[in-house]
């Protein structure tokens, strides 16, 4: 069975900085894309930022050049280093992992305070 535990939200003030990872276990093979998405209340589920398993990255455009993703193949891990956070970036962050099926974490929560 495959899970996916992330870890790494909170609370912060606008400007501050906050950590994502997100750790696969079981048998995943054949991993495409690793990814995170976010959801805020009363909005739907959005891509934040999308990372091939050689490693290009995208992100949406509301946080180029202050989010950052990463993984580590060897681990099944995936990451987000998220800079210069604004009260809009405040939601559920979810994990998602793309092989020859789909699995989703949890969710962690990121509250910025203005």
């Known amino acids: 069975q495959v899970q996916l535990v992330e870890s790494g939200g909170g609370l912060v003030q606008a400007g501050g900085s906050l950590r994502l990872s997100c750790a696969a276990s079981?048998?995943?093979?054949?991993?495409?894309?690793m990814a995170w998405y976010r959801q805020a209340p009363g909005k739907q589920r959005e891509l934040v930022a999308r990372?091939?398993?050689?490693?290009?990255?995208n992100y949406a455009d509301s946080v180029k050049g202050r989010f950052t993703i990463s993984r580590d193949n060897a681990k099944n891990t995936v990451s987000l280093q998220m800079n210069s956070l604004k009260p809009e970036d405040t939601a559920v962050y979810y994990c998602?992992?793309?092989?020859?099926?789909?699995?989703w974490g949890q969710g962690t929560q990121v509250t910025v305070s203005s």
């Open positions: 998602f992992i793309h092989s020859h099926f789909v699995y």
């Open positions: 079981g048998n995943i093979f054949s991993i495409n894309a």
């Open positions: 990372i091939t398993w050689g490693g290009s990255p």
